[in-house]
């Protein structure tokens, strides 16, 4: 504004002049109007500012996109991803190698080994039906009470058969390769979900104790677990920016992959509802919705038309000798096992059950740092093999893919140092003793 004070200093000098006495009382005017002026911007500026920071609570609750300062991924986050990956897979893979000297391998026509020896430990258990669906495809006899490929979901075994195909390379060889190479793409988006959410620190904290969970062993194995990851933590971060037409792509992959991934029509609902009230919005939540249940739908209606009945993959699950459930309550379920626990080669049941009391305690603290749909996402995934399962079997490797419960953990750990190291030291302990079970077909989940 000093500009209008030079007119002023030359006038000043002919004080005596009515005409410059006239100039110089209108310039103090519009130099006084000016500066108001410049005061009345400055004002509305801070205005703006103050009022964008008391909106964003309000966006996050529905009303437009939410606001997030996360910084976005740089080259020393990729390294951190990479190294945890790294230092995550060597454990398991030393583990392994060495578990015959710790660890019996039972004897029975039901063990068979791979032809490949150095993809043999990675191949026990469910690796053996999905690698018969990517081999020969599916096929059901009629008799739901016999254990059968039928079973299992198709999108991951189907892909396998597709990287073979496509690069001629073994099927055993294409599953490890993706499923590795998935679980890499999921550690990367839940630390860029959980930097946008809450903050780096949280996210480093959360991907760490991730990479490291007892049941992580099976993100490299030929099981479905780094597919259901990876779509569900990408699904997850678009229904939250209200990409929702791009979150319905990826929970569609993540419902063809294994059931839980119908789950994620609870962020879909809680994030999309408040949409409805906008046209365009309201068809973008409408098509999400279609295509997250694409994936099971897809699976329903090719039982329909293969076997006539588009159930019938529920059916050998609940009927199948050996894997025969029945619905119950969840903590009632919990309860009745508890008390038998250490019997036979299901002893990481304290495990399942230790874990699965673990995520739903995690849960309970989320409502207070971030949205509700996390915690209702990972009770309800907890609850739900417990629905259809007559014992707690496996529940380590399934709330495996529960990503909000490490997160849960992570945002424990800003005011607690010790806790995420503690963590991290009875997680590798663990992951050591399933990887080494596992190597010797003793069940692990």
Same mark, same amino acid.
Not at 201 to 221: E, I, K, M
Not at 230 to 238: D, I, K, N, P, R
Not at 377 to 393: K, R
């Given at each position: ?15 005596? #002049? ?15 109007? !000016?500066?108001? @002026? ?25 009303? *437009? ?86 079973? =299992? =979901? ?5 892909? #396998? ?25 999921? +550690? ?7 930097? /946008? ?52 792509? /990826?929970?569609?992959? !993540?419902? @063809? ?7 994620? =029509? ?8 408040? #949409? ?30 293969? $076997? ?13 000798? *050996?894997?025969?459930?029945?619905? !119950?309550?969840? $903590? ?21 059950? +230790?874990?699965?009391?673990? $995520?739903?305690?995690?849960? #309970? ?22 629905? @259809? ?31 995420? /190291? ?8 663990? +992951? ?14």
């Amino acid at each position: 504004m000093t500009f209008l004070a030079l007119p002023l200093f030359n006038m000043s000098q002919n004080a005596d #002049c009515p005409t410059c006495q006239r100039l110089q009382a209108e310039s103090k005017a519009v130099q006084s109007k !000016a500066e108001e @002026a410049w005061a009345r911007i400055v004002a509305l500026k801070a205005k703006l500012l103050r009022g964008r920071r008391e909106t964003a609570p309000l966006l996050d609750q529905g009303h *437009g996109p939410p606001i997030r300062n996360g910084r976005s991924i740089g080259t020393r986050e990729v390294v951190f991803i990479f190294l945890v990956f790294f230092l995550s897979r060597v454990v398991i893979f030393s583990a392994m190698t060495v578990s015959p000297r710790f660890i019996t391998r039972p004897t029975g026509p039901n063990f068979w080994d791979l032809g490949t020896p150095v993809l043999r430990p990675l191949f026990r258990w469910d690796a053996g039906w999905y690698l018969r669906i990517a081999e020969k495809g599916y096929s059901y006899n009629g008799n739901p009470r016999q254990q059968q490929t039928i079973a =299992f =979901f198709p999108l991951y075994p189907l892909t #396998c058969r597709l990287c073979r195909a496509v690069t001629g390379i073994s099927i055993p060889l294409c599953a490890v390769l993706l499923s590795n190479l998935a679980f890499l793409v999921g +550690l990367a988006a839940l630390y860029a979900l959980i930097t /946008w959410e809450i903050g780096s620190d949280v996210a480093r904290s959360a991907t760490l104790l991730l990479a490291f969970f007892p049941a992580s062993l099976f993100f490299s194995t030929m099981y479905p677990e780094s597919f259901l990851l990876a779509f569900s933590v990408l699904a997850y971060a678009a229904f939250r920016k209200q990409r929702f037409v791009q979150g319905g792509i /990826w929970a569609g992959l !993540a419902s @063809a992959t294994r059931a839980p991934g119908i789950l994620l =029509f609870v962020p879909l609902v809680l994030e999309g509802f408040p #949409c409805l009230k906008e046209r365009r919005m309201r068809w973008h939540v409408i098509a999400a919705g279609l295509l997250a249940a694409s994936g099971l739908g897809g699976f329903m209606l090719y039982q329909w038309i293969a $076997f006539g009945d588009p159930l019938v993959s529920f059916k050998v699950q609940q009927h199948a000798l *050996g894997w025969r459930g029945e619905l !119950a309550l969840p $903590f009632k379920r919990i309860a009745e096992v508890y008390g038998d626990i250490f019997r036979g080669q299901h002893a990481p049941a304290p495990f399942d059950i +230790l874990f699965a009391v673990m $995520f739903i305690a995690l849960a #309970c603290t989320l409502p207070s740092h971030l949205p509700r749909s996390y915690a209702l996402y990972t009770i309800l995934g907890v609850a739900l093999p417990l629905f @259809a399962q007559n014992n707690t079997g496996g529940l380590t490797r399934y709330v495996n893919v529960l990503f909000p419960g490490f997160m849960a953990l992570g945002i424990i750990g800003r005011n607690s140092r010790s806790i995420p /190291w503690v963590c991290l030291a009875f997680f590798i302990v663990v +992951l050591v003793y399933f990887s080494m079970r596992f190597a010797q077909w003793r069940w692990v989940g």
